[in-house]
């Protein structure tokens, strides 16, 4: 990434940044995200929207992948200082330190609590990614490279080199070489012969920026695998692997085959929510727990297991049928 022109004076300026190998395929808003650091990501899609961010002097969507020689131009805008990194808590930071499930010279794997957002903005000062490199400072690289939903839990991968962030994206676009699969406790009896659901997501955002996803011919070929792990009198946990990568894709799924997650505050009813409550589910009953993929060369299987919390509550509250 080399900058072409750059005013010299302290006021705001306009950038141009010209796209390298480094930085191709990459989609603007994470490369944005890079660049401008101390800027919320909300304000970097409402630039976008604006047209104040442009791509080779045309408007440019959230999603676009970046090109060699493409040409950003970034209106100005006034960047927080390094001093203004949110001041966060020590126990907060050893909870994520102690969550760190694997590290290597290019990729950290965490184990997400739920509650946590991955990344801050939104009302938000900070999330996961702001508490890595503040517990990793002598890096200087840290992306994530792919999310979770906040109240999602397990297994997430942040890179440490540019490389291994381009690989990574690269197995995730082409379903190729990493599988991640998740834990669900769902609402019913899920089947054993629901093996899988195939249907479009389209994705609308309310006017107060919340991010609502549905089932509409409209939308994104969307590919869920399903395998019934555990069923007990009223709920049933499932083994759930999307196949795509869709905005709430798992969720919505389970929700279109009539078994929407446990605690799930945008798709479940009020009435199931209100019963799991008073059970003591009090979170949504996702959770990333294995990721199998192929990283410069090797093969890397790393597992996650449910919390004590969750897992308690289903041994202890619910009664089981089958195992």
């Not at 929207?49 to 950003?72: A, C, F, H, S, W």
């Not at 599988?179 to 609402?187: E, F, H, S």
Request: glycine share 6%; hydrophobic share 35%.
């Amino acid at each position: 990434m080399s900058e072409l022109e750059q005013n010299n004076s302290p006021r705001p300026a306009v950038r141009y940044v010209t796209i390298d190998e480094n930085n191709i395929d990459q989609r603007i808003d994470n490369f944005l995200v890079t660049l401008l650091k101390g800027v919320p990501k909300g304000k970097i899609y409402n630039l976008l929207r604006k047209g104040e961010i442009r791509v080779n002097k045309k408007r440019t969507k959230p999603d676009y992948r970046l090109q060699m020689d493409d040409i950003v131009r970034i209106a100005p805008i006034v960047i927080a200082p390094e001093s203004d990194k949110p001041s966060l808590p020590d126990r907060l930071k050893t909870e994520i330190e102690s969550r760190i499930v694997y590290e290597d010279k290019g990729l950290i794997v965490v184990d997400k609590p739920s509650g946590i957002a991955v990344h801050g903005g939104s009302g938000l000062s900070f999330g996961l990614i702001e508490i890595i490199r503040q517990i990793r400072p002598q890096e200087k690289f840290i992306e994530l490279a792919h999310r979770l939903d906040r109240d999602t839990s397990g297994l997430i991968m942040i890179a440490k080199k540019r490389a291994v962030l381009k690989e990574l994206h690269t197995a995730l676009r082409e379903k190729t070489g990493l599988q991640k699969t998740y834990l669900a406790l769902v609402y019913g009896h899920w089947p054993k012969r629901k093996v899988q659901v195939n249907a479009p997501l389209l994705k609308n955002e309310l006017k107060s920026g919340e991010r609502v996803v549905k089932v509409h011919h409209d939308g994104k070929e969307s590919l869920t695998r399903f395998k019934l792990v555990r069923q007990f009198e009223d709920y049933s946990l499932v083994e759930c692997e999307p196949v795509t990568g869709r905005t709430h894709q798992i969720r919505v799924h389970a929700l279109h085959a009539g078994y929407p997650i446990v605690g799930d505050e945008k798709y479940a009813s009020a009435e199931q929510l209100k019963l799991t409550k008073e059970l003591g589910f009090k979170r949504l009953c996702l959770h990333a727990t294995r990721l199998d993929m192929e990283l410069q060369g090797e093969r890397l299987l790393l597992e996650a297991p449910i919390e004590k919390s969750w897992q308690q509550l289903m041994n202890n509250v619910l009664v089981a049928k089958f195992s």
